[in-house]
């Protein structure tokens, strides 16, 4: 999916909500636990009551990777359904790879060949070669981490250099000479607050991925008040607030309000744009 | 495996090899190509050959995932295979895994119960809480990144802060009020020469995993020059030079004759600090 059309999605359906599938079956109502793949059977009921109100999906690998073969199975399955009966929606393979050339290369064919999912989370910590294989596919995006949601982005992200640039800024403007605003995307925390001016000061025009907001605390409405541009520029994920709403068999539902809820606070945010 | 299982291991078969298993199906000889499972099949011969060389295998989870849930099953085969028949050889899962905490407690769970192998490697951008998850296994080791051997490695670990302190240096401290040399290792590259001399001042103790010996250029004479300890202190990786050394159906002694040259080589360096 290119720029122009996600951004045609957030608009039409007043929405820039990316739904986290992070799926732990401990976590599930029991009723979903007694199924034979209880993770595609949650997805599904998931999808199925959130996609009105979101416009991207993304389902984090290491809730899958840890029921092995099994749990890769269930992403598989996800992805499919996802791209059959929802192919307008935009999805995140969020597995925060990143490696040397040849072997990010493997990645890049496994998520956006295998897969053919829209989009990877990739780290930034090995530099150039690590990053460019997964931009070398048309129509695919990378989601580089920038200024992370969790307490230990604080250790080195935002580490001064001796002109005073924190390394954040350092992974914005130099991977901003391997990629653009169309193949892209930064990872910026909703518990960061105001450092999203900063960001913007680096990067005016690319897309953000946020997550934070819900169990991590942080605010939609600060988000938007430092981070969104003229095309958004903005998909705020929630993945525990809204997949866990509900803890019996009526716990799609619950999901869907929780989804309805954001929905309408970015409807009242799109409006001070449009 | 603890550190006194892994050192005992070194000075007995007088190695500190580490054979990186990156099965690319593309590179294997046409005879392994028409196997049912051609990965396990094709890892199972180059353990065979290369098992008394070594110490410590390494797969690379990319080269698995690539293919799907039929790869990770190879994976899982091929772990079950050294666990059983070689219980002696230390198993990293090169996966260069970190999120937020509770997303890695979820990857450590994956590798150290699920698929039980001894060390995993971790990036570092996302600071504590991404990494300590992984430090709560007793006998479990993480094997966080440093100065990686590739040529982005300049782009952000090289970085100095105000102090004059560079990214690596700054990974290597902090982490070290994490976990100690008894659950952590450094991934720092063979192609870093002497920069093995800074990372010993800082880590004087630790294990380091050193890849890029081989396929990319880097010199073990060099790397033990300056990173050897009076433990070892090192497990030197080669993957591709080592597993696609032979190109017909006598691909494992090809191997095996690669690994053995290598091993020989550790043993003079050993020698030394004997």
């Not at 209880?38 to 109100?53: G, H, L, V």
Request: aromatic residues 12%.
């Amino acid at each position: 999916m290119n720029r122009k059309q996600l951004v045609e999605q957030i608009f039409q359906k007043k929405t820039f909500l990316c739904v986290g599938l992070d799926p732990d079956i401990r976590k599930m109502p029991e009723c979903v636990q007694q199924e034979e793949d209880p993770i595609f059977f949650f997805n599904k009921q998931i999808i199925d009551a959130t996609a009105p109100y979101c416009v991207a999906y993304k389902p984090n690998l290491a809730f899958y990777e840890c029921l092995g073969v099994k749990g890769m199975t269930s992403f598989e399955r996800t992805v499919e359904y996802l791209q059959k009966f929802y192919p307008d929606h935009f999805i995140i393979a969020d597995a925060k790879r990143g490696d040397i050339g040849n072997t990010s290369a493997m990645y890049a064919r496994t998520f956006f060949e295998e897969y053919n999912v829209d989009a990877l989370t990739v780290a930034p910590y090995m530099g150039e070669d690590s990053v460019t294989p997964f931009l070398e596919y048309k129509g695919k995006w990378v989601v580089l981490l920038a200024l992370t949601s969790n307490k230990g982005s604080h250790d080195f992200q935002l580490t001064e250099d001796k002109e005073g640039e924190r390394l954040f800024e350092k992974v914005l403007k130099k991977s901003q000479q391997w990629g653009n605003e169309d193949n892209m995307m930064y990872v910026v925390g909703a518990t960061q607050g105001q450092m999203f001016q900063d960001i913007r000061k680096v990067a005016p025009n690319h897309f953000l991925l946020v997550p934070g907001v819900g169990a991590q605390g942080g605010s939609l409405q600060d988000v938007c008040k430092y981070g969104i541009i003229k095309d958004c520029g903005l998909l705020v994920n929630s993945s525990r607030g809204i997949i866990y709403a509900g803890h019996d068999e009526n716990f799609a539902q619950a999901s869907a309000e929780k989804a309805k809820d954001l929905q309408q606070q970015m409807e009242v945010e799109l409006s001070k744009i449009g």
